[in-house]
């Protein structure tokens, strides 16, 4: 009888055990994937992996790199600093900017995404600044949103 009653309470630590382990760990089930988050950027939409996908295509150096048209283009989507600066006072309105503060801000890659981002999402056909990617390489255009 003594064997049953330990049989017993072994089945129930071990079903209790089981439950706390269950609520503990979660159901065993791996959670679906999370998307990407940064503070400015809540989701990636289809325009956020558009513009990952243009970066593979332009890609210049953070320090600029002369383009075809004899102008500098600098970063991971290869901006002119005359475009930059005016779609980062349009955007942002700040204009008291040193000439060294524009190159840190021209070199920063997702500050270039966020405004690339807002300049399509305005106004569709700004794609047109990335024109030689989607023209020439075959990137297709933004999707519209």
Not at 2 to 30: D, E, Q
Not at 41 to 49: G, N, R, T
Not at 99 to 128: G, R, T
Request: proline content about 6%.
């Amino acid at each position: 009888m003594w064997v049953l009653k330990r049989l017993f309470w072994v089945l129930v630590l071990l079903g209790a055990f089981g439950l706390i382990l269950h609520y503990s760990t979660g159901s065993g089930v791996p959670d679906a994937p999370k998307p990407e988050y940064s503070p400015s950027q809540p989701l990636k939409d289809a325009l956020y992996q558009w513009l990952d996908k243009l970066e593979t295509y332009e890609k210049c150096p953070p320090e600029g790199i002369i383009d075809n048209n004899n102008k500098k283009s600098y970063s991971c989507l290869c901006f002119q600093m005359e475009t930059f600066q005016r779609y980062f006072i349009k955007y942002y309105g700040k204009t008291d900017i040193e000439k060294n503060e524009w190159l840190n801000l021209i070199s920063d890659c997702e500050l270039q995404k966020d405004i690339a981002y807002k300049m399509i999402k305005e106004n569709w056909n700004n794609w047109k600044h990335w024109s030689w990617s989607i023209i020439n390489r075959g990137l297709e255009k933004p999707p519209q949103i």
